[in-house]
């Protein structure tokens, strides 16, 4: 065993429970697990999924927070602790093939104009899931909002078009499975900590692109995704980050007059549509959820527009290396 490790592996754990310690069996059964260092971050989980984990062949890293710093902040935070030339971001609710870092890692470091690569990731049926994406632009962020993608009007964000059975550039990849260069990682600054979660490997994505790096999705390294595999539990949080992450995302990388616009489409379609949605098929609880999701995302509007106002290291101070 060397000493510094090819790979590290950073996991953020939220009362992951027995998804975690699947997903940290199947490293400990991947190829070349011995030259991989995982550490986990557990965001002040409260179901004891931290305790009794797999061994493998590096003594697990695990770092303790006191309070739920978000996923982007605790990323952050495992990165920092290691120091392996690739970092793989990985959610809990994953299982690796036991090929599945080899292939990826030999992907990102064949080329040094590649700086972040996917997996294919397969439901618990096997099934391949389309988790690639377009780059959204401030029209196809309002399209959707207001349901248009679904009329046909406007792209849909997941590249549904195509089977994820072939190697290809894309603009993004999902961050259930995210392996970037921690060159590349450090110099864009990580992830923007102002993402709570949702929608910051898109903005990873993209400040990498426009950094000259290719984004590649890699069909040979599969992946089990549950999907959703923690974050199901809060449901009306969840979908408050995911709209205020969205209109976070359209201010930074499309200007304020996108965000106003995205915010009018949250409170104006997206959400009277979901509540209709539950309504009709009767379910109370799902639409005091909505409700609750679209109360928080009011009372986040002024914190919301103060972090749009303050500036991080954006991709144009990164340039490709060869």
Request: glycine letters at 8%; aromatic letters at 6%.
């Amino acid at each position: 065993m060397t000493d510094r490790p090819a790979l590290d592996v950073v996991i953020v754990n939220w009362n992951g429970g027995a998804l975690l310690r699947a997903c940290l069996a199947g490293l400990a059964a991947a190829r070349d697990a011995e030259a991989v260092q995982v550490t986990v971050v557990d965001n002040a989980s409260a179901d004891g999924s931290t305790e009794d984990l797999p061994a493998l062949p590096r003594p697990l890293r695990l770092i303790r927070n006191d309070a739920n710093l978000g996923f982007g902040r605790a990323c952050d935070q495992g990165a920092a602790a290691g120091d392996a030339p690739a970092i793989l971001f990985l959610n809990p609710d994953t299982q690796v093939a036991p090929d599945a870092l080899r292939i990826a890692r030999a992907a990102l470091m064949a080329d040094p104009r590649t700086g972040i690569v996917g997996a294919r990731l397969v439901d618990p049926d096997g099934r391949t899931a389309r988790s690639c994406a377009r780059a959204p632009s401030a029209p196809d962020l309002l399209g959707r909002a207001l349901a248009l993608d679904r009329l046909g009007l406007v792209r849909p964000h997941f590249l549904r078009e195509w089977d994820h059975e072939e190697d290809r550039a894309v603009d993004q990849v999902m961050g259930a499975f995210l392996m970037i260069r921690r060159d590349l990682f450090q110099a864009l600054g990580g992830f923007d900590p102002r993402f709570f979660v949702y929608w910051e490997d898109v903005d990873l994505c993209t400040r990498a692109r426009a950094a000259g790096f290719a984004v590649r999705h890699v069909a040979g390294a599969v992946v089990r995704h549950v999907g959703q595999g923690t974050t199901r539990q809060v449901r009306a949080r969840r979908l408050f980050y995911f709209l205020r992450s969205q209109i976070l995302y359209a201010g930074k990388h499309h200007g304020p007059a996108a965000a106003l616009a995205l915010t009018a489409a949250s409170f104006g379609a997206q959400v009277p549509l979901r509540l209709a949605l539950a309504l009709a098929h009767r379910s109370p609880a799902e639409a005091a959820e909505v409700l609750r999701a679209a109360a928080l995302l009011a009372a986040s509007l002024p914190d919301l527009v103060s972090g749009l106002r303050s500036g991080l290291p954006g991709a144009s101070r990164v340039r490709r290396a060869g």
